[in-house]
């Protein structure tokens, strides 16, 4: 029997309860032992409604310690912590509960229509948690008891499930399992030599990988603390650099604060690393904060289904338009359409194989096995190559990800929704550089004869099919689409026509 990811952080928790895991806005702090007795509050709940292991409990809510709280008790209790990002439309919402077919729904208040659609589907229970943390799950938390012992798990079994869209059909469900996320956030928090004394300055998200698994996963890991800040904003990022010593966060939140001329070097002298991932790193952006701060930013990459493959080093050459060195534990192999290994510089398919790579899609056997090779390494539907120093480069992506603001967008998601427009005839919506949010969605339509583009109806209607940062950001109308001999699309020339 494996430990729980619980049981592996606790092994590395302050001896001290008091010590502070989280410094929240307007002074407030949650010590370890407040996390302690919170996180065992809510798995006595889960346990006393009957959740077993292996059952999902859906999460629709904003940031904020509660929803921290809840990913532990799930841990330590065994159920499996499915989070959803809020912005997500009711049409969006409506697959994903449906395909996990949760035991529990955890939900704003505010999110009328996802409250409706667990309603409809007749979760068995249903509580709400609202963005100041508050809700009909925390009242039942209040009276449960504050001790919990974490069950032990067995190899393989499940932590987590997040979805991602794929390239074609519906999206898919990842499973993570303890010992993925455990092997991932041991790994980083000795590559990134994270220790008790490190203060995280975190502005991420908690509904994706980077905010939930690999910050929190290296702050859990090392016994340290966190700026616990509900969003990022420049301001208050600022204001909260000088008492922090590492900082994570997409390369949007790099491109912002060097538009703010109060970001000097004398803000960043404490911070020992700036890391950036879930979205490439402008070679343009690198060079402007090491001139600005004095500091190289730290690029990683990885994805959902793998936690983090690859990292420039901690001590050692960052290189601007390199995401790095294989992790500890990862075997990184670029192949060619043979599935042979290519020359060494030539470009070829990232294939990757470890500890963190997950298990496989929820209730699709055949697509865990489509992108797995008989040696066990999985398809990542990236291009790159390898330099003479091992440092890998992405050079693109075969699966045409779309990815802005370190979110995670297929075209295809979009262009099924495009294509049921009246006026559109075809759609290809692909990525161009984007100088905040790294790359943008830009939508090329080809409209039926005689048919003007109404580009604010179109947008209007987007609106209530699609989260907002799937939404296009520029339209393009053209009058046939570009295609090879075997009339595939060919979205290279698009972007290269529109860049």
Known sequence: MKPNLFAAFAAHFPSDPAAPLLELPAGATLSYGQMLAG???????????????????????EKSVSFLLLYLACLRSGVVFHPLNPGYTAGE?????ANAEPTMFVGDPLLVDSWALAQALAVPHCYTLDAAGEGSLMAAARTAPSTFETVTVAPGELAALLYSSGTT??????????????????????A???????????????????????????????????????????????????????????PTYYTRLLAEPAFDAALARHVRVFISGSAPLLSETFEAFERRTGQPILERYGMTETSVIAANPLHGERRAGAVGLPLAGMHVRLVDEAGEP??????????????????????????????????????????GRLDAQGYL???????????????????????SVLDTLPAVAESAVIALPHPDFGEQVVAVLVLHAGVAFDEAGTRAQLKTELANYKQPKRYVVMAALPRNAMGKVQKNQLREQLA
């Open 39 to 61: 996180s065992a509050q809510l798995a006595n709940v889960l346990t006393g409604l009957g959740l077993a292991r292996g059952d999902r409990v859906s999460v629709q809510a």
């Open 93 to 97: 919402m409506r697959y994903f509960l």
């Open 169 to 190: 059909g519906r999206p898919k469900g990842i499973m993570l399992s303890h010992a993925n996320l455990a092997a991932n956030a041991r790994a980083l928090t000795n």
């Open 192 to 250: 990134w030599q994270f220790t008790s004394s490190d203060v995280l300055l975190h502005a991420l998200p908690v509904f994706h990988v980077h905010g939930l698994f690999i910050a929190l996963g290296c702050t859990l890991m090392s016994g340290s603390r966190a700026v616990f800040l509900p969003r990022f904003e420049p301001a208050a990022v600022m204001a909260a650099l000088p008492r922090c010593s590492v900082m994570m966060g997409v």
């Open 342 to 383: 290519v020359a060494p510089g030539a470009v070829g398919h990232v294939q990757v194989r470890g500890e963190s790579v997950f298990d496989g899609y929820w209730r699709l056997p055949e697509k865990t096995r489509e992108d797995r090779t008989p040696e066990g390494f999985f398809n990542t539907g990236d291009d």
């Open 393 to 415: 480069h992405l050079v693109g992506r075969s699966k045409d990800l779309i990815i802005t603001g370190g979110l995670n967008v297929y075209p295809s998601e979009i262009e």
